[in-house]
Nanobody
């Protein structure tokens, strides 16, 4: 059974940083491209970033480019999202997902003073 468990969310002030983690199990993690998606209250899902299975190619939404960094550790079956210079507009439920659409429950990020 595919399991994706996100962690690392919380309340942070504008300009602050958070590092999200996504622990994967039940599938061959190193064989899958992975992505982060977020959903703000009252809005639809927004793609944030994708990393290929090797970790050699990374893609970002314009809204987070230059502030967020996606990475992965295939030995630990873990996906990461380093978020810097956070803004109130980054407030959302963040979840990781496989290229096939499996996703976790998400971790809440709230950016507020």
């Amino acid at each position: 059974e595919v399991q994706l468990v996100e962690s690392g969310g919380g309340l942070v002030q504008p300009g602050g940083s958070l590092r999200l983690s996504c622990a994967a199990s039940g599938f061959t993690f190193r064989s899958y491209d992975m992505k982060w998606v977020r959903q703000a209250p009252g809005k639809g899902p927004e793609w944030v970033s994708t990393i290929n299975r090797y970790g050699s190619s990374r893609y970002y939404a314009d809204s987070v480019k230059g502030r967020f960094t996606i990475s992965r550790d295939n030995a630990r079956n873990t996906l990461y999202l380093q978020m810097n210079s956070l803004k109130p507009d980054d407030t959302a439920l963040y979840y990781c997902a496989t290229q096939d659409g499996a996703r976790g429950q998400g971790t809440q990020v709230t950016v507020s003073s």
